[in-house]
């Protein structure tokens, strides 16, 4: 039961190193060239997957793909109920 508490930092640290992937990946965006760079390909297979469901969904505004954002919120909605879940089961 304790050995599951342990476990929200580690998981709270994967969920901000996915954050920051994120948004190095939006930044990204605005220069071209390092998408195609070897980083830049990394990060669209690691990012593209997760972002795709919430393109499907959300349609540009113009120029602006806001996607990212509300994909930010939902990132960190499902890392508070996993946290909740994790401690739920660990007895806090």
Do not use: H
């Amino acid at each position: 039961m304790y050995m599951l508490i342990g476990l929200i930092g580690p998981i709270r640290l994967l969920f901000q190193i996915y954050s920051w992937m994120i948004i190095a990946y939006i930044l990204m965006s605005w220069f071209p060239q390092m998408r195609e760079s070897a980083i830049g390909d990394i990060l669209s297979r690691v990012v593209e997957p997760y972002l795709r469901p919430f393109r499907q969904i959300i349609p540009p505004l113009g120029m602006i793909d806001i996607t990212p954002i509300v994909a930010l919120f939902a990132l960190n909605f499902i890392e508070m109920g996993v946290i909740t879940v994790v401690a739920y089961l660990g007895g806090l």
